[in-house]
T-cell receptor, first 115, second 112 residues
Framework: AQKVTQAQTEISVVEKEDVTLDCVYE???????LFWYKQPPSGELVFLIR??????QNEISGRYSWNFQKSTSSFNFTITASQVVDSAVYFC????????????FGQGTELSVKP | KAGVTQTPRYLIKTRGQQVTLSCSPI?????VSWYQQTPGQGLQFLFE???????NKGNFPGRFSGRQFSNSRSEMNVSTLELGDSALYLC???????????FGPGTRLLVL
């Protein structure tokens, strides 16, 4: 069975703080894909990043960075110098190689960045 | 390039009625997936269509159905609505099944 766990339900930080959102996954597939999406209050899920299971290289994009560790089945997301506009619900998702378009989502982490 | 569009954006129905939601994918995208989002169950996969064929189906009752047209536009239908069907229904499109999915703004359905 495939499963994604985001243990942090809500996180509240003050602007300019760094914040890390945790994501732990379970899968028996040797090839799989991991994603992060952001959902602002408007409701639309905005794609942030995709990582293939065979690519453990960490990635940095501006204030965002992702740490993928197969050994611990984790794919954590860090926002550096958070801003109020980062306030949203963030979802981690998993897709197995033979699962077609089926994404398995975590429960989401609601991030609140206060000025 | 225009994003994924969904119509209507908001809908109010009563128990027992049926509803049809529409999704237009990004131009050139052939795969369309549907998800239901509720506060209790989170985001759950409903089904995926590719080239007018259902490729994958989530664990939902038969009241939930869908289809895809030759232009890749997709519709989902929910018959005999129940209060628990109140949710945000999200549609996502991708070039192929294995590619990254891009989501639309969703349709908020309220069943009274």
């Amino acid at each position: 069975a495939q499963k994604v766990t985001q243990a942090q339900t809500e996180i509240s930080v003050v602007e300019k703080e760094d914040v890390t959102l945790d994501c732990v996954y379970e899968t028996r597939d040797t090839t799989y894909y991991l994603f992060w999406y952001k959902q602002p209050p408007s409701g639309e899920l905005v794609f942030l990043i995709r990582r293939n299971s065979f690519d453990e290289q960490n990635e940095i994009s501006g204030r965002y960075s992702w740490n993928f560790q197969k050994s611990t089945s984790s794919f954590n997301f860090t926002i550096t110098a958070s801003q109020v506009v980062d306030s949203a619900v963030y979802f981690c998702a998993l897709r197995g190689y033979n699962q077609g378009g089926k994404l398995i989502f975590g429960q989401g982490t609601e991030l609140s960045v206060k000025p | 390039k225009a994003g994924v569009t969904q119509t209507p954006r908001y809908l109010i129905k009563t128990r027992g009625q049926q509803v049809t939601l529409s999704c237009s994918p990004i131009s050139g995208h052939r795969s369309v997936s549907w998800y239901q989002q509720t506060p209790g169950q989170g985001l759950q996969f409903l089904f995926e269509y590719f080239s007018e064929t259902q490729r994958n189906k989530g664990n939902f009752p038969g009241r939930f159905s869908g289809r895809q047209f030759s232009n890749s536009r997709s519709e989902m239908n929910v018959s005999t609505l129940e209060l628990g069907d109140s949710a945000l229904y999200l549609c996502a499109s991708s070039l192929q099944s294995q590619e990254t999915q891009y989501f639309g703004p969703g349709t908020r359905l309220l069943v009274l």
